[in-house]
């Protein structure tokens, strides 16, 4: 349980684009939690991440399918990744990290020197959140 809570927590890192979402409440899912395309619960899908970045960062329809493609990617890398049993917990994290780390490489290499302040205050916003869920999940134990 505590590998999978930690795998969320990453997950939800490694998509940044769920810090998008962040003033808006997620909303609540309904009974029978379908997860089709979705990257891992309350965190919506690639489509739900693109119109959020395109909202706060105004994407053109360029950049739109170029950040849809690397989001689509990366959630393919994640689900393969969290299937090999063959790796570790710590194995799996820092994986996590890397591909949490190359996503936003990639994102803010197509934007536009205006987008790009806003992009990383997102970023940085939702590592701080992620932080502290991390810190709050700790004292839980």
Same mark, same amino acid.
């Given at each position: 349980?505590? +590998?999978?809570?930690? +795998?969320?927590?990453?997950?939800?890192?490694?998509?940044?684009?769920?810090?998008?979402?962040?003033?808006?409440?997620?909303?609540?899912?309904?009974? /029978? @939690?379908?997860? &089709?395309?979705?990257?891992?619960?309350?965190?919506?899908?690639? /489509?739900? @991440?693109?119109?959020?970045?395109?909202?706060? +960062?105004?994407?053109?329809?360029?950049?739109?399918?170029?950040?849809?493609?690397? +989001?689509?990617? &990366? @959630?393919?890398?994640?689900? !393969?990744?969290?299937?090999?049993?063959?790796? !570790?917990?710590?194995?799996?994290?820092?994986?996590?990290?890397?591909?949490?780390?190359? *996503?936003?490489?990639?994102?803010?290499?197509?934007?536009? /020197?205006?987008?790009?302040?806003?992009?990383?205050?997102? *970023?940085?916003?939702?590592?701080?959140?992620? @932080?502290?869920?991390?810190?709050?999940?700790? /004292?839980?134990?």
């Amino acid at each position: 349980m505590k +590998l999978m809570r930690l +795998l969320t927590l990453v997950a939800a890192c490694q998509f940044s684009m769920a810090a998008l979402a962040q003033q808006t409440p997620p909303a609540q899912e309904s009974g /029978d @939690h379908k997860h &089709n395309g979705h990257m891992g619960p309350g965190m919506g899908n690639v /489509d739900d @991440h693109v119109k959020e970045l395109t909202t706060k +960062l105004n994407l053109t329809t360029d950049q739109q399918t170029k950040v849809k493609s690397i +989001l689509e990617e &990366n @959630h393919q890398k994640i689900q !393969s990744m969290t299937k090999d049993e063959s790796l !570790s917990k710590e194995q799996k994290h820092a994986r996590m990290k890397e591909m949490h780390e190359s *996503v936003h490489a990639q994102v803010r290499n197509i934007l536009t /020197d205006d987008q790009k302040p806003k992009f990383d205050a997102m *970023v940085k916003d939702m590592e701080d959140r992620m @932080h502290a869920q991390h810190s709050s999940d700790k /004292d839980h134990k």
